[in-house]
């Protein structure tokens, strides 16, 4: 299995709290994604990096946040949590952009009451 | 826009009930077709990437194909183990993925 910790598995919190979770990966990839999944959609994408201190937005990145300071670690923040980000966030990683498969850890539950 | 569909939504089987998942995608520039297989409460787990029709990829009781407009997921003989979401998703030039909602299979004994 790839070497993805997400922390914490679940989560609890209240509408307008800030909210981080974090991905830690001992593969030293160099590509990170955050995504979340909802019922009846597929896995959507919020932010990925490219690298340390390189990261840019997907397909639903308003509301959320990302940080790279290390090759290992990438945090996704929620500055100000809403009901509507109740979701279950996956964090995955890659070696490489493009036609190579991404390798995913097993997730974050978060309910925002 | 690029998209990704699967159908069925759910499938139930009986064990050694042979079917297949489809999976139809319309990505611009396609270079690769993922599935994926996801238990409850895991990660998608990574099964077969297809990069260009007419390819084809076997694991075990899996068989994955690829069209220019579809992928299909072929389960042989099926056991109760094989019960699991299974996803596909495609990557095109914007160097993203896209997923589709999933098919739920459920195997019985």
């Known amino acids: 299995d790839a070497g993805i910790t997400q922390s914490p598995r679940h989560k609890v919190t209240e509408t307008g709290t800030p909210v981080t979770l974090r991905c830690h990966q001992t593969e030293n990839h160099r590509y990170m994604y955050w995504y979340r999944q909802d019922p009846g959609h597929g896995l959507r994408l919020i932010h990925y990096?490219?690298?340390?201190?390189?990261?840019d937005k997907g397909e639903v990145s308003d509301g959320y946040s990302v940080s790279r300071s290390k090759t290992e670690d990438f945090l996704l923040t929620l500055e100000s949590a809403t009901s509507s980000q109740t979701s279950v966030y996956f964090c995955?990683?890659?070696?490489?952009?493009?036609?190579?498969?991404?390798?995913f850890g097993d997730g974050t539950r978060l309910s925002i009451l | 826009e690029d998209q990704v569909t699967q159908s069925p939504e759910a499938l139930r089987l009986q064990e050694g009930e042979s079917s297949s998942l489809n999976c139809s995608y319309t990505v611009s520039g396609l270079r690769g077709l993922f599935w994926y297989r996801q238990d409850p409460g895991k990660g998608p787990e990574f099964l077969f990437t297809?990069?260009?029709a007419g390819e084809e990829k076997e694991k075990e009781r899996l068989k994955a194909t690829l069209t220019k407009k579809e992928s299909f997921l072929h389960i042989t003989a099926p056991k109760p183990e094989d019960s699991a979401t299974y996803l596909c998703?495609?990557?095109?030039?914007?160097?993203?993925?896209?997923f589709g909602a999933g098919t739920r299979l459920a195997v019985h004994p």
């Open positions: 297809l990069y260009s």
């Open positions: 998703a495609g990557i095109g030039g914007y160097n993203k993925l896209i």
């Open positions: 995955a990683i890659s070696a490489q952009e493009g036609n190579q498969p991404q390798h």
């Open positions: 990096s490219y690298g340390v201190k390189d990261t």
